[in-house]
């Protein structure tokens, strides 16, 4: 089962564009989740399952599911059926190393997968896509390796079981039966589909087709292709959108090239505060006495949705929605609050992450046995 954050391609100019590069909604609005499952063949992740995976695993489903954070799904329920008949499965998610840090939209896929391996007990495979980066990014291959190493770090600053967990680089991975496989499916796949799917023109170079920068069509490809090569389809979870910080809502992507727009796992308190002041996009009145009386507009709020994906307390999290709606709340102190949580988190993770050694590395991206997997 994969686990995915959903960058892929929507677009309609009279309304949302969804794509790897950008993200944007009608009218400066809201992302039309809805739209997006029906477009692509997705199932909504509704209270039916959650309560099921709640009553499979005897334990509170993750707050990344009781809040909507991950949405959709396709084949999850079949998943919960092998898995209530007693049959195995494991978990893929990945990572493409671009970067010397991630940022806090980097980690929630692998925050949501360490619950699911937790949760099921079973075995997670993280690759790192050092290739990929190579290709896209005009990175040099000794870069791209020592980024998806730095990048192993903070993925296993995140607490997987060294246990359960196999983590790769296709640099240091790809071949024999995984080459195998890729050959195969490379022989399903025709150049117009290939093109087709991932819009691919003439001044793109040939190593690109082999990693196409869009993560839902490829999983939907892959499923096109796997019962055509004997396997099953695999299942996969997706995610609503990280916002940046300036972003209204939900339009806006972070990006590398503007460090305000995101908070890293390398930011100090110092640095969190004044992101959150200085740049995160506010659903507050202009003036007190106007926000007294008709309260923030919690939906383009960004202090609000990021409290939404990390703060636990679902208690307090809708008193701050109900306080601030209401006016009784001030702008300030929301993002006081968020940077109280915030810091805690990045801090927590600052310090697992400087526990992590070369030889942690190498243990967990060691080609061995799991025995213990499933227990």
Aim: aromatic letters at 10%; one cysteine or more; hydrophobic letters at 40%.
């Amino acid at each position: 089962m994969e686990v995915d954050k959903k960058e892929e391609i929507a677009s309609d100019s009279s309304e949302q564009v969804v794509n790897p590069w950008e993200v944007s909604a009608k009218d400066g609005g809201k992302i039309d989740y809805d739209k997006l499952i029906d477009q692509f063949g997705c199932q909504r992740l509704d209270e039916s399952l959650i309560d099921r995976v709640e009553r499979l695993t005897s334990r509170q489903p993750h707050v990344f599911l009781r809040r909507g954070v991950f949405f959709a799904h396709r084949d999850f329920d079949l998943v919960l059926d092998a898995y209530e008949r007693g049959d195995k499965f494991y978990l893929y998610t990945g990572r493409g190393p671009s970067s010397e840090a991630l940022h806090l939209g980097h980690l929630i896929p692998f925050m949501f997968t360490k619950y699911l391996q937790e949760a099921f007990k079973v075995p997670l495979v993280i690759q790192l896509t050092d290739d990929e980066k190579c290709m896209w990014k005009n990175l040099s291959v000794e870069e791209s390796q020592r980024l998806a190493r730095e990048n192993a770090k903070d993925i296993i600053a995140c607490g997987f079981d060294v246990t359960k967990t196999f983590i790769f680089s296709d640099f240091d991975y790809v071949g024999g039966a995984f080459y195998k496989n890729m050959v195969k499916v490379a022989k399903c796949v025709t150049l117009n589909k290939a093109m087709g799917i991932f819009g691919f023109s003439g001044e793109d170079h040939i190593g690109k087709l082999s990693f196409p920068p869009v993560q839902d069509p490829y999983f939907r490809m892959t499923r096109d292709v796997a019962p055509r090569l004997g396997y099953s389809k695999p299942a996969l979870i997706e995610s609503t959108f990280f916002p940046a910080l300036q972003a209204s809502g939900e339009n806006g992507k972070m990006s590398a090239s503007d460090p305000n727009s995101a908070i890293y796992v390398t930011d100090t308190a110092k640095d969190i505060k004044n992101k959150i002041n200085r740049y995160a996009f506010s659903g507050g009145q202009d003036s007190i006495e106007k926000h007294r009386e008709i309260g923030a507009n919690l939906e383009v709020d960004i202090p609000v949705k990021y409290l939404s994906f990390f703060l636990e307390d679902d208690a307090e999290l809708e008193h701050i929605k109900k306080e601030y709606g209401e006016g009784r709340m001030l702008t300030g102190e929301v993002k006081k609050r968020l940077t109280e949580v915030l810091t805690g988190m990045v801090e927590r993770h600052r310090m697992a992450r400087a526990a992590v050694t070369e030889e942690m590395v190498d243990a967990f991206m060691a080609v061995r046995p799991l025995p213990n997997m499933f227990e």
